[in-house]
């Protein structure tokens, strides 16, 4: 059973369009949702979070959005740039330190030029 | 700081054969994630320790699959004997357990694992 479901396996943008990246998750108590990139041959690193009780955070090109009702997040990438390819993992937990954090299968980004 | 440190970043193996893949956390994180990754199933958490301690192993796929961290520097996960199942990228990722807020990994560069 997937707690947190990410839909479209790949993506692909223009160069200096928004990129929009969806997540699902399943998990009410979920309090924290990341967002994690990755390159071919590297290990994810941490791109950006949102705590439940916000609805948007921001920081710089990224922005992530969260919308508890429909339990869904998503992220924005404006303007998209080349290297913004990728892949892209959503991920979600608790605060408690022993808290599992779950990640969805991930969704490849083309950025076209 | 060098970051998460796995090795080996290759490993080819034949079906039958242990293999043993190594992880050393960032200095003063005391919680560890064993993750593997596939084209079918994404990032699966596989086993996880809070100081030392296994928390949740219920991700461990089977009896072939064991974890081990014996001090605070060093995590092993062993597969033996091993299958072309098995065949994926093995992430150790290690985090600093704060009280408060969002848990953020730092993840190794991977172990990828081929079993012929």
């Known amino acids: 059973d997937q707690q947190v479901k990410q839909n479209s396996p790949s993506l692909s943008v223009q160069e200096g369009r928004i990129s929009i990246l969806n997540c699902d998750y399943t998990n009410s108590m979920f309090d924290y949702f990341l967002w994690y990139k990755k390159y071919p041959a590297e290990g994810p690193t941490f791109l950006i979070s949102?705590?439940?009780?916000?609805d948007k955070n921001e920081d710089g090109r990224f922005t992530v959005f969260l919308n508890k009702s429909a339990k869904h997040l998503s992220l924005h990438i404006v303007p998209s740039q080349p290297g913004d390819s990728a892949v892209y993992f959503c991920?979600?937990?608790?605060?408690?330190?022993?808290?599992?954090?779950?990640f969805g299968k991930g969704t490849r980004l083309h950025i076209l030029p | 700081d060098a970051g998460v440190i796995q090795s080996p970043r290759h490993e080819v193996t034949e079906m039958g054969q242990e293999v043993t893949l190594r992880c050393k956390p960032i200095?003063?994180?005391?919680?560890l994630f064993w993750y593997r990754q596939t084209m079918m199933r994404g990032l699966e958490l596989l086993i996880y320790f809070n100081n030392n301690v296994p928390i949740d192993d219920s991700g461990m796929p089977e009896d072939r699959f064991s974890a081990k961290m014996p001090n605070a520097s060093f995590s092993t996960l062993k597969i033996q004997p091993s299958e072309p199942r098995d065949s994926a990228v093995y992430f150790c990722a290690s985090m600093s357990g704060r009280p408060s807020g969002a848990n953020v990994l730092t993840f190794g560069a991977g172990s990828r694992l081929t079993v012929l």
């Open positions: 991920a979600a937990s608790g605060t408690n330190r022993d808290d599992k954090i779950i």
């Open positions: 200095s003063g994180h005391n919680s």
């Open positions: 949102i705590s439940s009780i916000k």
